[in-house]
């Protein structure tokens, strides 16, 4: 969903260096809700190594896309059945 905004900055001075982003307050209401419903949980040492590899992976082009994913679970559910 696209919401065209008008926007407006905020000189460094006031913000003692800090990017602000100002937005309505309707749309912060509604954020503040989804983060009310939507848990957010830490990533454990383990996920985070995992997390950081699966990103390295990705820049060197080591993934599959989801077709190709898709494409393989058929083929395994095809060889079982």
Do not use: C, Q
């Not at 003692?16 to 749309?27: M, Q, S």
């Not at 950081?52 to 060889?79: M, P, Q, V």
């Amino acid at each position: 969903m696209y919401v065209h905004m008008n926007s407006i900055t905020i000189p460094r001075k006031i913000t003692k260096g800090e990017e602000l982003v100002v937005i309505p307050r309707k749309i912060y209401e509604e954020y503040l809700k989804l983060r009310k419903a939507i848990p957010i949980m830490k990533m454990t040492k383990v996920e985070k190594r995992e997390w950081e590899k699966a990103k390295k992976d990705h820049e060197k082009g080591k993934y599959i896309t989801l077709e190709e994913f898709e494409s393989e679970l058929d083929d395994t559910h095809k060889r079982k059945g």
